[in-house]
C-alpha cells in the first residue's frame, strides 16, 4: 500500500511553480482547504458579505422593476445571476473543504510516485498547459470584470486628463434602485461596483482556474496510463512477460485510481456546475434583452455585452474541460486495440479485457446530476436560453 501523505507535505508541494498561482488566489478568497485557523473563515465571511450585500441590493431592484418596467429587469437579473453564482461557488468550495483536501492529496501522492522520466515528463507537460491556460482564463475574467466596473465612470478620468469647461458626468453604472442605501452618490457607486467586481471574480478565478488545473491533472494521469500499455506490449516483444505482467497491473491500478480521483472531484464541483448551467440559461436570456433595448446606447451595449460574454466563456471553458475528459477516456478503450496486443500471454490478455471493460463507458463531469458537462450539452443550453428571450418578451 502506498504511504498516504501528510496534510503539511500536500501544502508544501503546492509552492511548486506549476500550482503557486492557483493556490494564492484560494488563499485570498479564504478557498485553501489546507489553511488552519480563523483567518480562513474570516476571509470566507467577508467575500460571502461583500456577495450577500449584491444579492440584497439587486433582490430589492428585481422587486421594484419586475412587473411594472422589464427593461431595468432584465438588467438588474444579469449581476443579480454573477452573484448567486458566485456564492453558490463560494459555499460549495467551503462546505466540501474535506473533498478538496482528498483531491489534493491525490494529485501530490501522484507526482511522488511517479519517477519514470517518459511519465514524469508527461505530468510536467500537462501541468505546464494547464498554468498557461489558467493565466489565460485569469487575465480573461479579471478583464471583463475590469470593463463593466470601471468603464461607466471612465468620463471621470476624461475630466482629469482631457478637462473641458464643464465636467462630463460618469455614465451609469447600472438601472437599479438604491432606495435602501445612502449610496447615491458617483464615488460610493465607484467604491462599490469596484469591490464586489474585484470579490466576484476572485471567487470564480479561484475555483474554475483550480478545476482546470485538477483536470488536466487527470488528462495526465490518463496519458500514462496508455503509456504503460504501450511499453507493456513492447516489453512482452522482448520476451520480458513477467515484467510486462507487471507494467499492466500498474496501469490497470493507475486507472482506478483515476477514476476514483474524477468522481471526488466531480461531487465536490457538481452543485457549482448546476449553477453555472442555470446562470448562463438567466444570462443570456435577461442579456439579450438588454442588448436589444440598449442598441443605440453603445456604452451601455458594449459593457452588458462583455458582461454577457464573460459568463458565457466561463461556462464554455467548463464544458469544453469536460469534453476533454470524456474523449480522453474514450481513448483508453482503443488503446489496445492500436497496440500489437496479441503478442502478450494469455494471462496479460485477460488483463486486458478487464481493462477494457472497464472503459468501455467513457467517464464525464455532470452537474446536479442532471446534465453531462460537454460542448454538445453547452449548445443544448444556449438554444434554451435563446428560446426563452421570446418568452420574456411576451412580458415587455
Not at 478538496?100 to 494529485?107: E, P, Q, V
Not at 475590469?146 to 476624461?158: D, S, Y
Not at 503478442?343 to 446530476?369: E, H
Request: net charge neutral.
Amino acid at each position: 500500500m502506498t504511504e498516504e501523505m501528510k496534510q503539511n507535505e500536500v501544502d508544501d508541494f503546492f509552492d511548486l511553480h506549476y500550482f503557486a498561482l492557483n493556490k494564492k488566489f484560494q488563499i485570498i478568497c479564504g478557498l485553501w482547504p489546507l489553511e488552519t485557523g480563523y483567518l480562513k473563515y474570516l476571509k470566507q465571511g467577508a467575500m460571502a458579505s461583500v456577495i450577500i450585500s449584491n444579492l440584497i441590493l439587486f433582490g430589492h431592484a428585481l422587486g421594484v422593476f419586475c412587473g411594472t418596467n422589464m427593461d431595468y429587469c432584465c438588467e438588474n437579473m444579469i449581476p443579480m445571476v454573477y452573484s448567486t453564482s458566485a456564492i453558490f461557488k463560494l459555499i460549495s468550495i467551503s462546505t466540501t473543504g474535506a473533498k478538496f483536501i482528498g483531491i489534493y492529496r491525490m494529485i501530490a501522492r501522484n507526482w511522488r510516485n511517479t519517477t519514470d522520466k517518459v511519465e514524469r515528463s508527461i505530468l510536467e507537460n500537462y501541468s505546464l498547459i494547464s498554468k498557461r491556460l489558467s493565466l489565460i482564463y485569469i487575465n480573461a475574467f479579471a478583464g471583463t470584470a475590469t470593463i463593466v466596473t470601471q468603464l461607466p465612470f471612465f468620463p471621470l478620468l476624461l475630466n482629469v486628463i482631457i478637462p473641458l469647461n464643464e465636467s462630463r458626468e460618469p455614465m451609469i453604472v447600472i438601472n437599479t434602485d438604491y432606495s435602501i442605501t445612502p449610496y447615491t452618490k458617483s464615488v460610493h457607486l465607484w467604491v462599490h461596483y469596484s469591490l464586489t467586481g474585484i470579490v466576484t471574480a476572485a471567487v470564480f478565478i479561484a475555483t474554475d482556474a483550480t478545476f482546470l488545473l485538477v483536470v488536466f491533472q487527470i488528462l495526465a494521469i490518463f496519458e500514462i496510463v496508455k503509456q504503460r500499455i504501450r511499453q507493456a506490449v513492447l516489453v512482452a516483444k522482448e520476451n520480458s512477460e513477467q515484467k510486462s505482467y507487471g507494467i499492466l497491473i500498474k496501469a490497470v491500478q493507475l486507472h482506478y485510481d483515476a477514476i476514483q480521483f474524477l468522481q471526488l472531484t466531480d461531487e465536490a464541483n457538481s452543485l457549482q456546475f448546476f449553477a453555472g448551467l442555470a446562470g448562463t440559461i438567466f444570462t443570456i436570456s435577461f442579456g439579450s434583452i438588454s442588448l436589444l433595448i440598449r442598441m443605440d446606447a453603445y456604452a451601455d451595449f458594449f459593457r452588458i455585452g462583455v458582461l454577457t460574454t464573460g459568463y458565457l466563456f466561463q461556462l464554455f471553458i467548463l464544458c469544453l474541460l469536460g469534453e476533454l475528459i470524456i474523449n480522453s477516456s474514450s481513448e483508453l478503450f482503443i488503446i489496445p486495440m492500436l497496440t500489437d496486443w496479441h503478442d502478450l500471454p494469455i494471462k496479460s490478455k485477460k488483463l486486458i479485457l478487464i481493462f477494457m471493460g472497464r472503459t468501455i463507458r467513457p467517464s464525464f463531469y455532470t452537474a446536479g446530476g442532471l446534465y453531462t458537462m460537454n460542448v454538445q450539452n453547452f449548445a443544448a443550453i444556449i438554444k434554451t436560453a435563446v428560446s426563452y428571450i421570446a418568452v420574456i418578451l411576451q412580458f415587455r
